[in-house]
């Protein structure tokens, strides 16, 4: 039989599902400034694995994961219902630019001429090589780069040459925006199994027809921001939406084991105060408990 904790988080998020799944055709701007993207699920068939079905929908794999705990991620079944979690609350910092979020695993991009902005799942650094957080810009672009591995990289493999040339081993695959701070490149992949996971050394890596939007539309000098911001909130239709996602050790947990043991947000209570303001009083602290334990990363209400 189920606890009372169980049935309440069950019913908390099918309500969320209910309330953002938007019906199409209606832009991103009109719903929200605060929340961006939809909800969806996708009904799994035989020979299905959760890598497969975050590139098929262009999702991160560690998000999916996340999204849809207790589920087998290499054999989840046949007729699996599997949430595709597409809708997010944008980062709790100036919307300008590229805003890197590594706790979330995706950059935001806001253009300049005032269009909607737009998510992308990326891959980032793993343990020991984890991608800065601050502040940085594109000083250069390059299509069909050739790749230079740093000397560790080739302290790690010596049989890299010193120069890899555009191709299908070119690991920055066909688009590149280079940093200003060195070593450091936004780029595509010729491993889309990167994507939404902390493996790389500290690039950051995207799908390729994410990264060819972005290498058309990203002007040099565009000032990219990198924070890391497991905890996030927004406004949607007068109601506060709050989305939690594992982050650093509990993402490689999750990756490794399928599960993970979730550490303390410093001052979340008081970060959702803040962000209620004079409707605190229609704070849900219930669901708040549950979003925190399962963080699930999907925008969740905690307004009544």
């Given amino acids: 039989m189920s606890s009372i904790k169980d049935r309440a988080t069950s019913a908390l998020?099918?309500?969320?599902?209910?309330?953002?799944?938007?019906?199409?055709?209606?832009?991103?701007?009109?719903?929200?400034?605060?929340?961006?993207?939809?909800?969806?699920?996708?009904?799994?068939?035989k020979g299905d694995n959760l890598l497969d079905v975050a590139q098929r929908f262009e999702l991160g794999y560690i998000e999916l994961v996340a999204a849809n705990p207790g589920i087998n991620p290499w054999v989840p079944g046949s007729g699996v219902e599997i949430l595709l979690p597409a809708a997010h609350v944008l980062p709790d910092t100036a919307r300008e630019g590229i805003v890197i979020n590594l706790a979330d695993l995706r950059l935001y991009w806001f253009p300049p001429d005032g269009q909607a902005p737009r998510s992308y799942p990326i891959g980032a650094g793993r343990v020991g090589m984890t991608t800065p957080?601050?502040?940085?810009?594109?000083?250069?672009?390059?299509?069909?780069?050739?790749?230079?591995?740093?000397?560790?990289t080739r302290e790690d493999n010596p049989e890299l040459?010193?120069?890899v040339p555009p191709?299908?081993?070119?690991?920055l695959g066909r688009h590149a925006l280079y940093l200003d701070w060195p070593s450091y490149v936004i780029h595509g992949t010729n491993d889309p199994d990167g994507v939404g996971r902390r493996i790389s050394r500290g690039c950051l890596r995207l799908y390729s027809a994410h990264i060819k939007t972005l290498f058309a539309e990203v002007p040099i000098g565009t000032k990219v921001t990198i924070i890391d911001q497991p905890a996030k909130l927004g406004w949607r239709a007068e109601q506060l939406f709050l989305e939690i996602h594992p982050a650093?050790?509990?993402?490689?947990?999750?990756?490794?084991?399928?599960?993970?043991?979730?550490?303390?947000?410093?001052?979340?209570?008081?970060?959702?105060?803040?962000k209620a303001g004079a409707q605190q009083e229609r704070v849900d602290w219930n669901s708040v408990d549950i979003i925190d334990t399962r963080r699930r990363g999907i925008p969740v209400q905690i307004t009544r």
């Fill in 248 to 274: 650093g050790n509990e993402i490689d947990e999750l990756e490794e084991t399928g599960r993970f043991v979730g550490r303390p947000i410093v001052n979340l209570v008081d970060a959702i105060r803040e």
């Fill in 133 to 152: 957080v601050g502040q940085t810009r594109v000083v250069r672009k390059r299509a069909n780069p050739t790749w230079f591995p740093t000397t560790a």
């Fill in 167 to 171: 191709g299908r081993n070119n690991p």
């Fill in 13 to 45: 998020y099918a309500g969320m599902v209910a309330l953002l799944i938007i019906a199409p055709g209606r832009s991103t701007a009109q719903q929200s400034t605060d929340i961006l993207g939809v909800l969806s699920s996708y009904s799994t068939i």
């Fill in 161 to 163: 040459p010193v120069a």
